[in-house]
């Protein structure tokens, strides 16, 4: 069977694309551990554990809200200032959750290391 002369020349472009892939990842995670090291220095499982209480305490007073605004407005729309409120319990459990998905993925990658 012969080769196309395209698969010929990709060989060598996939190996070298793959090379410098590795390189760019082992550059990214180094440079990544240095700068999240040195901003959280080492964390410990309670300070993880209490950032996860803290989403959980968010997204339970968001929920709880919602829920009783559901249970309170019967068949009357709730006041806009009341709407603004709950879109700033939902923004805070938010913001909270995404905190909590970088420091996990943060720790996933190697960038930090919890304290035993």
Avoid: D, W
Wanted: with cysteine; hydrophobic share 40%; net charge negative.
């Amino acid at each position: 069977m012969v080769s196309e002369p395209n698969e010929m020349v990709s060989e060598p472009n996939e190996q070298e694309n793959r090379r410098l892939h590795y390189e760019l990842e082992h550059a990214i995670k180094i440079i990544n551990s240095e700068q999240i090291g040195v901003a959280t220095g080492p964390i410990s499982r309670e300070a993880f554990f209490n950032v996860a209480k803290l989403v959980a305490c968010l997204r339970a007073r968001y929920l709880h809200t919602l829920l009783k605004l559901g249970s309170e407005c019967g068949n009357e729309c709730i006041e806009t200032e009341v709407a603004l409120e709950l879109k700033r319990l939902r923004e805070a459990y938010i913001e909270a959750q995404e905190g909590f998905a970088a420091l996990e993925h943060a720790l996933n990658r190697g960038y930090v290391q919890l304290k035993s």
